[in-house]
């Protein structure tokens, strides 16, 4: 039997007509082309990501950690807080200004014995 190749040798289309036979005519292009246009279909079906917004990540240098205490590190950092001035003793009661210390958050971990503001 002859190969497919070798019966077509020396036809000049290989059986594949006269324009729609080159290149890759007869499929509609090849690879993505025509995803938003005659494939728009085949595009709702396999693969409706395609096309629309992805997000992105934001760069690293913008993201800031936030430094967080407990309130038991707290009762043991006073000391340190109030010869630095972050921490005063007005009336019998303690404030504490953790924002100026460069605290975010106060962390609700562990018990403390002194009242503080």
């Given amino acids: 039997m002859v190969s497919r190749t070798n019966k077509f040798r020396g036809s000049r289309t290989h059986g594949r007509g006269k324009k729609s036979g080159r290149g890759a005519g007869i499929h509609g292009g090849r690879g993505n082309a025509g995803l938003h246009k005659h ?3 085949h595009t709702l079906k396999f693969d409706p990501g395609h096309f629309g917004p992805r997000g992105f990540k934001r760069p690293l240098k913008m993201l800031r950690e936030k430094t967080e205490i407990t309130v038991s590190s707290l009762e043991t950092a006073i000391p340190s807080l109030m010869s630095r001035g972050y921490a005063k003793n007005e009336e019998g009661r303690l404030i504490v200004d953790l924002q100026a210390a460069g605290y975010d958050k106060l962390v609700a971990k562990g018990a403390i014995s002194t ?3």
């Fill in 39 to 41: 494939k728009f279909m």
């Fill in 115 to 117: 009242p503080v503001h």
